[in-house]
């Protein structure tokens, strides 16, 4: 079973930028399409960006394209997701896991994320 670790969030104002990181421990993550989701107080989960194993197609939410961009460092087991032009509907727990498309892969274990707080 893979453990997922978020971090890099924090507090930002509208306009700055973020860079969080997901460290995957237990088992390579090199060969999983991997992706970015985030969780804003009484929503459900959404889709934010995915990418693919080899890191060679991305795919973006339209509320984020254009300002957030992911990445991956398959040597480091690590993902990436650079936010930039922050807003404050951007603020949620942002987390990260194996994909399907837009999708969690299913029976993902959630790690605890990483809060994510844009102030207007």
């Known amino acids: 079973q893979v453990q997922l670790v978020e971090s890099g969030g924090g507090l930002v104002q509208a306009g700055g930028s973020l860079r969080l990181s997901c460290t995957a421990s237990g088992r390579t993550v090199s060969t999983y399409n991997m992706g970015w989701f985030r969780q804003a107080p009484g929503k459900e989960r959404e889709f934010v960006a995915s990418i693919t194993w080899s890191g060679g197609y991305t795919y973006y939410a339209d509320s984020v394209k254009g300002r957030f961009t992911i990445s991956r460092d398959n040597a480091k087991n690590t993902v990436y997701l650079q936010m930039n032009s922050l807003k404050p509907e951007d603020t949620a727990v942002y987390y990260c896991?194996?994909?399907?498309?837009?999708?969690?892969?299913?029976?993902?274990?959630w790690g605890q994320g990483t809060q994510v707080t844009v102030s207007s």
């Open positions: 896991a194996p994909s399907v498309r837009m999708e969690p892969r299913p029976g993902v274990s």
